[in-house]
């Protein structure tokens, strides 16, 4: 299996250097690359020379290769100008970059009545393209809200016409085929609708009147969902 580094990431190449006559320090030890770049070319590239240690040991570091399997060699000449080769391939790829996500509608501090429509807007891109994207809309009160996909443009939207009323802070994901996340948040108010208050308890004082006792009508009970309060108005029919 051939090794995969980053394109950015240090690759580190350890040879080791053995002559009969010469001491190691005096050997040189060179590197170069070869590789086919994107239109099938081999090119050549010289890396450099590196000291060799009492041990015998050398090392290469090197990055910033260019994306290619790459054929790393180091030649070893001696003093008399005799030369020993080896090599050791490597892979060099691009790293998977993280998806990026916008919202632009709603925008931040946007006040919604309850049960209107509250339409979602987000741009998304990745190095892929957003189309490979898996889209998920998330709230704070009310979890997930949807996740149709990104168009071919990036634009992402969702409608949504029942979210809870409180502060809500509504987040996008977007997910890459490598599990790579982005992700946006929008904060906003949904309104409570004024709604009407419980019924109440109503009975008659006395409880078993005769036609000549004077009559009480007691309402009790009710109570107002936004907190307000609740008044009555009493009317008698015969």
Known sequence: TIPEYAIDELIEVVASVDDSFDAPQAVQVTWSTSYLDDDGVQQELDLGPTGVGEDGRTTLVTSNLAVAVHTIRAT????????????????????DEIPDVEIGSPEDGDVFPEGDDVNFLAVASDDHGPSTLTVAWHSNLDGFLGGDPAAPNGMITLVVDDLSPGDQEVT??????????GSDMVAFVVEATNQPPTDPVVYIIPAGPLTDDDLACVADGSVDPEGGVVTFEFAWDQ
């Open 76 to 95: 070893a000449t001696d003093t008399d100008g005799l030369q020993a080769s080896d090599y050791v391939n490597v892979s060099v790829i691009e790293m």
């Open 172 to 181: 996008v994901w977007v997910t890459d085929e490598a599990g790579n996340s």
